[in-house]
């Protein structure tokens, strides 16, 4: 399998763009992760039947976040994408979220080849509503309370979260 952190870079974040590789697509309950100590995905667990995740899940390469996973991204699309495709993204906000009290902030994006969403005001205001139901909810047979949105913030924020896990990165693989 591909070593997406060797084959891909973050992407163009100055100008909005980035790369993301799929993890989970729209509708599923299987929690899948990409596993960059052996490239490749795994079933880490699936969620109740009748709790599909929203939107499609992904990461951006060369990547680190507070948890030490690559950052997470959101992707707004109305079809799933399948995983291991990746695409060019354009950053329209950050989800800023909290699991088990630790932060573990979410980029929101769209297809690069998207023109009429621009930034998080684009998107309906329940399709926002239902993202932020199951973020918070969907670790509740584990532990219910364990998970928090926080809020849901720009591009500028959202840069400045990637530029932070770009550094996070860098900083890990020269050590």
Do not use: C
Not at 91 to 105: N, Y
Request: aromatic share 8%; no cysteine.
């Amino acid at each position: 399998m591909t070593d997406f952190d060797r084959e891909f870079t973050p992407g163009d974040v100055k100008n909005g763009l980035i790369n993301v590789v799929v993890e989970i697509p729209t509708g599923s309950i299987d929690k899948i992760e990409w596993h960059r100590q052996t490239s490749d995905f795994k079933l880490d667990r699936s969620n109740l039947s009748t709790f599909a995740i929203p939107v499609n899940y992904g990461f951006i390469p060369r990547t680190l976040n507070d948890d030490d996973d690559e950052l997470d991204v959101l992707i707004i699309t109305d079809k799933p994408i399948q995983t291991g495709v990746t695409l060019r993204a354009k950053i329209i906000g950050v989800m800023k979220f909290e699991d088990e009290g630790d932060s573990d902030d979410k980029i929101v994006t769209v297809p690069a080849s998207e023109t009429t969403i621009n930034s998080l005001s684009d998107i309906p205001k329940t399709q926002i509503e239902k993202i932020t139901h199951y973020f918070t909810h969907y670790k509740d047979y584990k532990e219910a309370d364990s998970t928090k949105v926080l809020s849901w913030d720009d591009i500028e924020e959202a840069k400045n979260v990637i530029n932070k896990s770009i550094w996070m990165w860098d900083e890990k693989s020269r050590n």
